[in-house]
């Protein structure tokens, strides 16, 4: 019985450390390689004010496929738009459907009435389909927008 007890009590100590180390060894999870399936460039200059607590549309609705009858693909917008707030935070946004994306990284604006140019960069998994994707800008006090460009580019996984 004593024997039964030394084998068994080595036998949990040598399974808890192989869990340990083997848990220390896992590798980080790779980047999935993406097929660019299509590229859109929406620019323009908007040249009005954006109202303050709201959320603004500046460039026109695109309709963009995700190719294939399942599966996902990857939306990612580069969007950059030059503007002078009224010295309160502002963000750019993706809307995919009409709704936020959760890609609206927030910044504190700079000395109000001075042009800026406020960026972000936003990857979105879709279903397969055709979507619309849009850029639209917060401001908690209002701002005027400018110029604007957004890349809007479509990959499968």
């Not at 068994?8 to 192989?18: C, G, H, K, Q």
């Not at 963000?91 to 709704?99: E, M, P, R």
């Not at 619309?132 to 400018?146: A, H, I, K, L, W």
């Amino acid at each position: 019985m004593h024997k039964i007890l030394k084998v068994t009590s080595l036998l949990a100590l040598a399974v808890a450390s192989l869990g340990i180390y083997s848990g220390a060894q896992q590798a980080p999870a790779l980047a999935t390689n993406h097929v660019l399936k299509g590229t859109f460039i929406n620019n323009g200059n908007y040249n009005a004010n954006a109202a303050a607590g709201t959320f603004t549309p500046i460039d026109t609705a695109l309709s963009v496929s995700c190719p294939g009858t399942s599966g996902t693909c990857t939306i990612e917008a580069d969007m950059w738009i030059q503007n002078a707030s009224d010295g309160g935070g502002n963000t750019v946004c993706l809307f995919v459907d009409g709704s936020e994306s959760s890609g609206c990284p927030y910044e504190t604006s700079g000395t109000s009435g001075i042009f800026e140019t406020i960026s972000a960069s936003w990857p979105v998994t879709v279903e397969h389909g055709t979507h619309t994707v849009q850029t639209y800008v917060y401001s908690n006090d209002g701002e005027f927008v400018g110029f604007y460009t957004t890349n809007y580019r479509v990959y499968k996984p």
